[in-house]
């Protein structure tokens, strides 16, 4: 079975083999291929698995069985094709347009990347925004916003392309003309799932949408949670929007945090089940409750520094004065006038303290007096 | 000015004048009444303010000029008669009734706890539960929640009696028959706000309502401010529930930080201002995500443990399966079979490996097999 029709010696048609050999995670794998090249490998596997030579270690030969059935009528050429018709990019380990962020993943480092879309983006700095299919539109629209604020602040929008929150986060980077990169459980030639389909179209014109299985691959439930993994690896932090008690969403925190990537999670109501896993995270993950997309950048690393900080409310009445100031203020009646040594009395203080106090609050217009009596100024009440 | 019309040796008459002359907290006070008693202490300052002794360093000299204005008339058996008609008790440190807990305020501890109803509830295990007079019918729908089930466990519900959360955790513990104590800010003849006099005369039946300050105090801001010390002082944890960005429902929970309490904070949607501060104590605070009575109670050290866990969803396909079963079974057809080649393939596993895990699946009633062929059972989608 093994002499393969296409030459071992290039290194992206062998590592294109691998990614359809192994259904990842393997580590196995990854750490033969690390160790020798995709080719060499290769060539390894094919001389084991037909017998002509022997696997060694008992667990050597168990990783060969079970990648030797996918050896048999392999031509990883035509998976190339699809990718060509599709205008698609493969990239691979090594290459320059390698986003090194997968390299974290070791011995479970994808075997390549086939990209939709342009490769820089997936180099770019960027964010993962991940949820619940079943969102709620509370959940829907925070996703959006989030996304909207990353990809403002020039990061790329990182999702799963489903629906629910992923496809919210994808429209909100698009929708402000940022990049978003969309990870897919099967090939990128079936944009799944086919109602998020021209989102997905989107997604690789205005950024990339990328796969670590060839074209042709159904989408698993197991790809689906190894898919997570690149989620998590290829972004500099992973935020969580809704989530339900058990969610796939809460794989790629696991896989952010393993990777120590900072986690962010939304909180939303604790009446609705759509944000119990994000409460679960903040409270057994210590995730970061994050509320607003500055804070999202910040969990990306100092990224939201020169955003403005919209929330400085307005100084309200007691803000700025010291205790005992604002304790003359406070014993001040509310209509009409009083004598230190009443003010005195009322707040607790020495008529010495008062007097400095209202001195104070006087030139700041918060007081007037009423020869020796004093009151507050209209509006400090 | 300084001789007063009562018995400076009863230690009862002697705290209620401490805590009418001081405006709380005024740790110089608390030093000087620890240090002495509050007979002698009252004693001292009798004798410096009307000149018979030196204070000695000039701090102290401030001090009694700070006290020395509510010495003037001072006459705190008036107080005591109002109390009485009321029904109440007094209660001063070093009495078996006084809640150990205020203790850990050191020199902010109060001199006296005026209180209507069983003093002894002030005793027993509670949880604060506190937040925004502003608040949303979200956040009093989740405050009488956790404080019903917080009360449920025969734990006390502690909170300030305030519009909007305060008045919902009352509500919430009142509602199951539990016990709950309102410390107000001002006297507890004037049940404050007086849209909640008629919930405060409950709390006051059902449990206790307590204040620092003697009847005929008014409640000033400074009060409210001061009032939060006790809160977080004699409850074992505290929850917010809702608070604006600035609120005092935060200096609560800056005073329960403050004294090692633990603080929790319950999350809501992050378009809603109601819910900025608890998001805020979470993420600048440390405050435990806290979506339910459990939590709150576990909060509180464990006492939630015999509480029944609602939360344990039922076994999806995939829980309790391994790895390689659950990729098995993934790569069953969704209708009709395959033989064990074929799900090798699809599942990248070896024919062994395969074999094994359908044997195992077989036996757990998930797979059947035609002959050499295998499917999934009906339900097993």
Redesign the interface.
Known sequence: MADLPFDLADVRLAAAAWSR???SP?PAAGALVAELGPGAALDWLCTVADGRHDAGDPRWR?AV??????L?RLDVRRELDVLDRLGGTLVVPGDERWPGGLDDLGAERPFALWIRGDPAVLRRRGVAVVGARAATS?GQ??AAELAGGIAEAGLSVVSGGAYGIDASAHRGALAVDGTTTAFLAGGIDRLYPAGNAALLESVAKAGAVASEVPPGSVP???RFLARNRLIAAISASTVVVEAA??SGALSTAGHAAALSRPVGA??????SMA??GC?RL??EQSA??V??AQ?ALELAGGAGEHLPDG?A?PL?L?DGLD?VA??VL??LPARGSAPV?NV??A???????VRSALGRLDLDGRVGRDGSRWRRRRGQS
Chains 1, 2 share one sequence.
């Open positions: 050999i192994v259904e393997d168990q069985e079970r990648w030797a059935p996918r048999h509370y629209h925070v698993t439930r197991n008690w058990r939304v909180p939303g109501p604790v009446t944000s119990a409460h903040m409270r970061v409750c509320t607003d804070e929330r409310a309200g007691l205790q604002s304790r406070d014993a040594a005195a009395r707040a607790g203080l020495s008529v010495a303290e």
